[in-house]
């Protein structure tokens, strides 16, 4: 599928996931079986659609304005790059550029923007990795929806996550099972097509201390994975959004050996919609 601009990306995509069916059900679920429903959730169990949302949009960006500055934040750690450019193969008009070069330093480029509340959303975008990409297994992190510390003040890994590992997509899914400690349940989204712009929908309702979530993840019109159950840390705010590349295991205060001097890491960004409903 092509990729387009902005807001069109994003009717072409609610239109796409229109014809295959029916809405998915937000089943309860508890800690204790969502590893088990997250295993059950491959590329090849799933195909049907929901019906289109009806809702309100909430944060839009198409790069159209030819910089980031819609976004609350951008961060980049090392020598990486935020950049708006023309879109490469397949797309049209301007997309972001995010770059991390292989230099022993670098491991973040990505923008972001805040909370925006508890609740049910579908965040629909665009991204596209070159045809020259490295597989490699040292994961990346394309998309995230990220957490604040916890209550002894450490840090933790995103609440939901949008990785590339060996060539495949994955979603990690994080919670809580004490104050400190954290569980992780992985759902295959499929192999890679490089050289593609892929559409992605991620139709998210955040789990409450009282009621359970569900994330449901369609690329260019299919059903590739679902997950019910807990899906955050149950903190004052809900996560907030981000886009970019984020190779953990490059970051220096990880101590964690790797072969440095190779290509740039690049990934795009475009048509983003957040829309709550």
Do not use: C
Not at 75 to 96: H, K, M, Q, Y
Not at 171 to 184: G, I, N, R, S, Y
Not at 234 to 244: A, D, E, L, W
């Amino acid at each position: 599928m092509s990729r387009l601009p902005g807001r069109l990306a994003a009717a072409a995509l609610t239109a796409a996931l229109a014809v295959t069916a029916a809405a998915p059900a937000h089943a309860a679920s508890t800690a204790s079986t969502a590893s088990t429903a997250s295993a059950a959730s491959t590329a090849s169990t799933a195909s049907a659609a929901p019906a289109v949302v009806s809702g309100t949009d909430v944060f839009a960006d198409d790069f159209e304005s030819g910089t980031v500055s819609a976004w609350t934040r951008q961060r980049v750690d090392g020598n990486g790059s935020i950049t708006v450019a023309p879109a490469p193969l397949g797309g049209s008009g301007r997309a972001a550029r995010f770059g991390v070069p292989n230099d022993g330093v670098s491991y973040r480029s990505e923008v972001a923007v805040n909370s925006l509340g508890w609740g049910s959303y579908r965040f629909a975008l665009a991204d596209y990795l070159p045809a020259d990409w490295v597989r490699t297994s040292t994961e990346t992190i394309l998309a995230q929806w990220h957490g604040y510390p916890l209550a002894d003040g450490s840090d933790t890994k995103p609440p939901i996550a949008l990785t590339v590992k060996d060539g495949s997509w994955r979603l990690k899914v994080h919670w809580l099972v004490d104050p400190t400690t954290v569980q992780e349940a992985v759902i295959p989204l499929g192999d890679v097509q490089f050289g593609h712009w892929n559409q992605w929908a991620f139709d998210i309702t955040w789990s409450t201390d009282t009621t359970p979530g569900a994330i449901t993840v369609f690329r260019d019109g299919a059903q590739v994975g679902a997950y019910s159950g807990l899906n955050n840390y149950h903190q004052n705010q809900s996560p907030y959004f981000k886009t970019g590349i984020y190779r953990a295991n490059w970051n220096p205060a990880k101590n964690i050996p790797y072969p440095t001097g190779g290509p740039e890491v690049v990934a795009w960004s475009d048509g983003v919609v957040v829309t709550r409903y």
